[in-house]
């Protein structure tokens, strides 16, 4: 594990410290090094990215402030259990967001490399079966819709909403039964918007999300222990 944090640590740009520090822990959190309700280890950590205490703490405060981690008074740090609610309310938000990065596209033809190498990728994943990969590219996909609004500011705030799903599919026990479905249906909001129908590529996804999200709640209640806490 602490192998793949140095690995990631190598891959982050050095913006603050802190900020830096907050990047590795938030990379590792969203590919599943540290699973939801884990404790954090601050000595191993500040060991391996060679950061201070006090750094990492606020490294720990940044993921606080971004709903990844939850600290528990004299026990620690603990990667975050989401509850029911938090994720219909990640679903709201995306509704808002993508559906408006849709609509709101001007005359095409359109800029879908990304949405073109994410399909790509999920395809050829879904194929080997690497499930957990076909997740992967299943949030580039939603990130490239999202960058199409070309809105730094919104393509922060869906890094962050994707950072909190991650934490949902960490816990699901088959990811093949929740992503497959998906991957044609990625195709499919893909194929329309090559065809120049934005509007139509929004219907789709108002109907992807509200299958997804059910899907999601049915499999995710009664999975996790006390809302929020590390088990």
Do not use: C
């Amino acid at each position: 594990m602490l192998d793949r944090l140095r690995e990631a640590s190598s891959r982050q740009e050095r913006t603050s410290v802190a900020e830096w520090a907050a990047g590795v822990l938030r990379d590792g959190i969203t590919e599943g090094l540290f699973p939801p309700g884990e404790r954090l280890p601050e000595d191993a950590l500040g060991g391996v990215m060679k950061v201070s205490r006090n750094t990492l703490r606020e490294a720990f405060r940044l993921l606080t402030h971004e709903r990844l981690v939850v600290h528990e008074l004299n026990r620690g740090v603990f990667v975050r259990v989401l509850e029911t609610e938090d994720l219909r309310d990640i679903y709201r938000v995306r509704r808002l967001i993508e559906g408006a990065a849709l609509r709101s596209l001007g005359e095409p033809p359109y800029p879908l490399e990304a949405l073109e190498q994410a399909v790509a990728e999920g395809r050829k994943a879904a194929q080997e079966g690497r499930w957990r990969d076909v997740g992967t590219a299943n949030i580039g996909f939603h990130k490239a819709i999202v960058a199409l609004a070309g809105s730094p500011r919104t393509d922060e705030l869906m890094r962050s909403i994707l950072a909190e799903l991650r934490l949902v599919f960490h816990v699901m026990a088959d990811p093949r039964a929740f992503h497959e479905p998906y991957v044609d249906r990625n195709q499919e909001i893909l194929r329309t918007l090559q065809a120049d129908d934005a509007a139509g590529a929004a219907r789709l996804l108002a109907a992807y999300l509200d299958d997804s999200e059910r899907q999601l709640v049915q499999r995710y209640a009664g999975r996790t222990g006390a809302p929020g806490s590390p088990g």
